[in-house]
């Protein structure tokens, strides 16, 4: 079974925070991706990553960086955490040259 | 970016009940998939339509790639609580530097009652 881990399920942080979400797929899987879910606007693609130390910005990359440095793990960092980045965080990977991509739990992220 | 309208927003239904739900876009994809989220999880795949026209069933499911290649439907025949979720439709456009990349709708609560 295709494994996708989040470091956390729930985060707590305060306005201007570092902040690190960690991502882990456990299937050799080529391209990984980073989601935010808010009500009402569904999954928006914040940065992808292609292969290793390789990485793209998907629509709302403001705000975020990522760090792809070994195939099985991505990280999203919010750089100086703000409310408005509170949402639920998404993590997803894939084969290369496959449709279907395979979500992590997810992590819910309050900035307060 | 693209954008996906999917609707309805949300679904009340009793147990028994069938259940439509459908996206339109502003632009053509050539891969529909429908995702399902359960609660306190991530989405998961339940159906992916790779041509024009095409009708695919998993169980109770059914969705449908529309002719145009700008909609896509899904039916859910006979609900049951487990059904309970968000579904999310997904267009992927293969090729060139795609590496994948989805454009999801806002998704459709469904809440079912026993």
């Known amino acids: 079974d295709v494994k996708v881990t989040q470091s956390s399920r729930y985060l707590v942080k305060r306005t201007g925070e570092k902040v690190f979400l960690e991502c882990v797929q456990d299937m050799d899987h080529e391209n990984m991706f980073w989601y935010r879910q808010d009500p009402g606007l569904g999954l928006r693609l914040i940065y992808f990553s292609y292969d290793v130390k390789m990485k793209e910005k998907g629509d709302i990359p403001e705000g975020y960086s990522v760090s792809r440095e070994k195939k099985e793990r991505f990280s999203l960092i919010l750089e100086s955490a703000s409310t408005n980045q509170t949402s639920m965080y998404l993590c997803a990977s894939r084969w290369t040259g496959t449709d279907t991509q395979y979500f992590g739990p997810g992590t819910r992220l309050t900035v307060l | ?114």
């Open chain 2, 1 to 114: 970016g693209q954008q996906l309208n999917q609707s309805p927003q949300s679904m009340f239904i009793q147990e028994g009940e069938d259940v439509s739900m459908n996206c339109t876009s502003s632009s053509i994809f050539n891969t529909w998939l429908w995702y399902k989220q359960e609660p306190g999880e991530g989405p998961v795949l339940l159906i992916a339509l790779y041509k024009a026209g095409e009708l695919t069933s998993n169980g109770r499911l059914t969705a449908q790639f529309g002719i145009t290649r700008k909609d896509s439907f899904l039916n859910i025949s006979a609900s049951i609580p487990s059904d309970v979720g968000i579904y999310f439709c997904a267009g992927h456009n293969a090729g060139g530097t795609s590496y994948g990349k989805l454009t999801f709708g806002q998704g459709t609560i469904l809440t079912v009652h026993p």
